[in-house]
Structure formats: C-alpha cells, structure tokens
C-alpha cells in the first residue's frame, strides 16, 4: 500500500487517508517513506538550508496555553524583554556572519506601546542592514492594522503556529475563553496573507490525544491554507503547565520524533516548494534531530541568537537546548553536522519560500 502511494506522479493531491497511511509507516515502510521524501527533496528544493537567527525577544505573554513553560500564569520564569540595543547587536552578528535573515519571537501582546516598540525596531533593524535581511516575525495574534504596520516596517514572514487544526484538540490544550479561541487564530493567518506576507504555520507533534488521523487533517490543513512555511516539532512536557497531568498519555520521547520526522517527510512531499524548519524541539530530544530532519525534507534552521542571559527564562518545554551554547560554537557544529547530510548553508541569502513567488505569480496571470 504504502509503495503504491509513493510510486504516484503527483503528490500534491494525496488524500487525507493516503497521508494517514504514509504517517503510520513503520520498519522498512518507514524508510522507504524516508528515502523517498530524501530524494523528492533534492529534486525540489535541492541541497541549500536557509539559517535564521532566533530572537526571542520577549517572555512576556498574555496568553495561557496549557502546554507552554512561559504560559502568563507561570511565575517560574523572570519577564524580560530583550532591549534595542541587544536585539540591534544579535542582527549585526547575523549580518556580519551573512545569515541573511532573522526570526524574532516572543509571548503574544496587545498593548500599543508593545506593538509600536516592535515597529520601530522593524525600522531600526532594515535601516541597519540596508533592508538585505529577510525578517520573520512570530508574535501571535494581532488585529490586522498591527500585522499591516508591521510589514510596512520591513516585516516580510509570519509564524503563526495553529498548534492544532483540530478544533476539539485545540479546545483541550487551550483554555476555553475569547483569547484562545480557534477561529480567531484561523482568521489571523488570513489576515497576514492579505498583509502579503509569507505565511507560516505549524503543530505540535506527539500531543496527548493526538492521533494519526489528526496529523493527516494538520496536513490537509496546511495545504488547504497554502502555506509558504511551516515549523512544527514534536510536543515536549513541562511540569509546570496543566497538560502534564497527562503525561502517561503521551509516546516515548523517541517515537514523537520519529513522528515529527515522519510529518516532516510527509509534507515535504504533499507541499514540494515551501520552506519547512527542523526545529528546536526536535534537537531537544536528539542532539542530530535537525540533520535527521533536513536530510528528509526540511530545508530551513534557526540558530539561536538570543543573548544568554535571557535565554534561560524562554522555557517553553523541558530540557530545552542552547540554554547554555555558545553561539559559534553552536554554529560550528551546525555546519558540519548539515554538510554530513550532504547540504550545504545558503549563507547570503535571503531564501524566500519558492512557494510564496509561485504563490504571486499565479495571482498575476
Ligand atoms: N513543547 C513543544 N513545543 C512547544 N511550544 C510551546 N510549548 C511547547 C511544548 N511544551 C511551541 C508552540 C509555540 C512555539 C513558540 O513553541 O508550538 O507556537
């Protein structure tokens, strides 16, 4: 079954249950799945990985998901939010070391000053680096002047993670009241399609009550939205948080990376143009977790820029790694493990999803 599916000329309209079919591939199934995404990926976006640098640029949030280490009820962590200067300084170096793009994250908020603070800084960072950067943001849900503003000011990708397309399964890890509320984070990825940017989005993988039909629907979500990016990774529990009372629920460690490398392989074949990320999440859980993930679909990192002394207190989940790395180092090792895989880093360039140009040039014609 699974040989018949993978032997078809077009991927791009596989079925939900098709998908379904290729995500529980186990043993040889597995591989074969794995070679096949391998080599689709070398045909399709070929051999280049695009770094980003990771800022994250502030812990503070008004949100309070179920999953999530820094959720705004957690009293662990300090707030900080990292200063210009510092955030100006972490950009230089990506400038410098020619990484050619930036990621800034933080917590989700409202306030005014909060989002004009984030707009002059938009226009600081395009004014220092002549406007060669390619600059992602990923701060969740905003009203739509916000995410306007904000592409105006040199913004040109978005992040914004449905965690879920599931909207039972959304429901449960997300406490039940307007500010976590399905719809409204639907909505939001229409609105920054229609703010022009490159739209990202992405799940957790490995979730309690999460099953294979789901990530098959997350899937089919992604590809009904048409995405130019996704980031997705494997969920990792946090002690302090609500959803850890159910940790007995969950798949080893191991098997939910396998599973996120088996979505990762999946999509790269159901969507061949757009840029996937190996994430954090998967590094948590393996040391080679990204290289796994690069050599079978994903074509995008994003090395940690955050300065150090923060980064302790942006703990979404356990263990997370690079709390502690040094970032050269960290970038060293980067460099060899991808060229292990036999990739190579697009230093230099921007590397906007070939999706999105796509995208464009169907609306012109
Ligand atoms: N495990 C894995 N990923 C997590 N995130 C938040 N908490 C966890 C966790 N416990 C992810 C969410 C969010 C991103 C910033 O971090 O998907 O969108």
Known sequence: ??????????????SVEEIAILLSAEGEDKALLFETAAHYKQQTVGSKVFLRGLIEYSNKC???CYYCGVRSSSTA?????????????????????????LVIQSGERHTVAFTNQVTRLLEKITRITNGEMGITLSMGEQKKE???????????????RIESSNRALFR?????????????????????????YQVGTGVMIGLPFQDIEILAADIDFMRKIDIDMCGMGPYIEHEDTPLYQYKHLLLPLQERLELSLKMVAVLRLVMKTINIAATTAMQTIDSNGREKAIRIGANVVMPNLTPLNYRENYYLYNNKVGVVDDVKRGLDSLTENIEATGSFIAYGEKGDAKHYRDRKNKDKH
């Not at 916000?146 to 914004?160: D, N, P, S």
Request: hydrophobic content about 40%; glycine content about 2%; aromatic content about 12%.
């Open 146 to 160: 916000v995410y306007a503003a904000w592409r105006k000011a040199g913004a040109t990708r978005y992040l914004l």
């Open 77 to 101: 962590y300090q707030r900080y939010t990292v200063s210009d200067e510092e955030v100006l300084e972490a950009v230089e170096y990506a400038y410098k070391h020619n990484f050619s793009s």
């Open 172 to 196: 449960k890890i997300h406490p039940d009241n307007k500010l976590h509320d399905f719809q409204t984070r639907v909505d939001a990825l229409r609105l920054l399609k229609e703010c022009d």
């Open 62 to 64: 008004a949100k309070d």
């Open 1 to 14: 079954m699974i040989k018949e599916i993978l032997a078809k000329a077009d991927y791009s309209t596989l």
